[in-house]
């Protein structure tokens, strides 16, 4: 995303603390809140998946509740003593992608068939201080047969009653920003948007991305919390689906209805271009059958991923990149139905 007026760059700043304020009073303190030290947090009616990796002896322990699949080729997936601190435990998840052994790992788990009409996914991530680019990394999905293991639709426009997701994932394209670059949804619906035509027509479809409007550094060595939310249309004839993260408790995003101005070239929404047209919001369905029913975290670099990493390291090796691994720390990982919001102190 390029923005290329100092004086669209205030605008949509103070769009975006307008936007904070508001989102904050939307959304409320969170569940975390009502939980210091997210002790109790598990039993709270709101939350659908719960995973702080204290229990797990062995990477073999999450073949059971709440996980329904794992991919952990090369020993992609490890138990470390790394954790937040604001985390009360003593281990977190280590998935580290190592070019020429595996692609990275997973753990997936499927919510059946009676999903939810609005997911909110909260976790501690850090990358490693050496990081470079990813492919895809964590994401939410609904899908209308689902399975005990993700299945993989990229490139096609799914139907109406069949499928609707949010990537929630790091992104370098713009190459204004170091690896593994800025925050930003990748999202596939009914109605997205293809890359073929200026108008967004055409038959193939690769992910529509909605981000800050001034990205902000990913940054690596450090712990982070990060939420993300999806919520689906409520009718099948309305707009009013919607996408909103938050950066340590920060609203960073809140792609909604009537929200921020431009307009749409190819398969992304530009805010600030001409003719500068309210955002319409998110369609995601067309029936209220097809609900959020599928999580996953998830480390993936492809070959052509680490390629890239190789290439961009040579012509600058001040960028620090690693071009044979890459590894990401996950904890205090959190599925609700509401916000949730970072680890409360206890001493509050």
């Known amino acids: ?55 797990a002896r062995q990477i073999a322990d999450f073949k059971k509740k709440p996980w329904t699949s794992i991919s952990n080729k090369a020993d992609a997936l490890s138990l470390s003593e790394m954790v937040p601190s604001h985390s009360k435990g003593k281990q977190s998840l280590l998935i580290t992608a190592k070019r020429g052994k595996n692609s990275g790992g997973h753990l997936y788990v499927n919510l059946g068939k009676n999903g939810h009409d609005k997911l909110h996914a909260r976790y501690y991530v850090r990358f490693a201080k050496d990081a470079g680019y990813m492919h895809h990394f964590t994401y939410l999905r609904a899908v209308g047969d689902p399975k005990p293991w993700p299945m993989g639709a990229a490139g096609i426009r799914p139907k109406g009653d069949q499928r609707f997701s949010t990537g929630f994932e790091p992104n370098a394209n713009n190459k204004t920003l170091s690896p593994p670059g800025f925050w930003n949804f990748y999202t596939y619906w009914h109605q997205m948007r293809s890359y073929q035509n200026n108008d967004g027509s055409g038959d193939k479809c690769y992910g529509n991305i909605f981000a800050e409007l001034k990205p902000t550094q990913i940054p690596r060595g450090e712990w982070m919390c990060i939420e993300f939310m999806i919520k689906a249309n409520s009718k099948p004839d309305t707009y009013d689906g919607e996408l909103a993260f938050w950066m340590d408790g920060e609203l960073k995003a809140h792609w909604k209805e009537g929200g921020y101005k431009g307009a749409w070239l190819r398969d992304n929404f530009r805010p600030g271009r001409t003719p500068n047209k309210a955002f319409e919001g998110f369609n995601f369905r067309s029936t209220d059958a097809l609900k959020l029913n599928a999580f996953c975290l998830e480390n993936y670099v492809s070959e052509g991923v680490f390629k890239r990493t190789e290439k961009d390291q040579k012509a600058n090796p001040a960028l620090g990149m690693n ?26």
Request: glycine letters at 8%.
């Open 1 to 55: 995303m390029k923005i290329s007026s100092s004086t669209l760059i205030i605008g949509l700043s103070l769009y975006s603390l307008t936007s904070h304020y508001l989102g904050a009073h939307e959304f409320g303190p969170g569940i975390a809140a009502e939980y210091p030290g997210d002790q109790g947090l598990a039993q709270d009616r709101r939350v659908v998946v719960y995973e702080n990796f204290e229990q």
């Open 323 to 348: 071009t044979q691994e890459l590894k990401v720390w996950f904890d205090d990982v959190v599925v609700a139905t509401e916000y949730i919001g970072p680890i409360a102190n206890k001493n509050k």
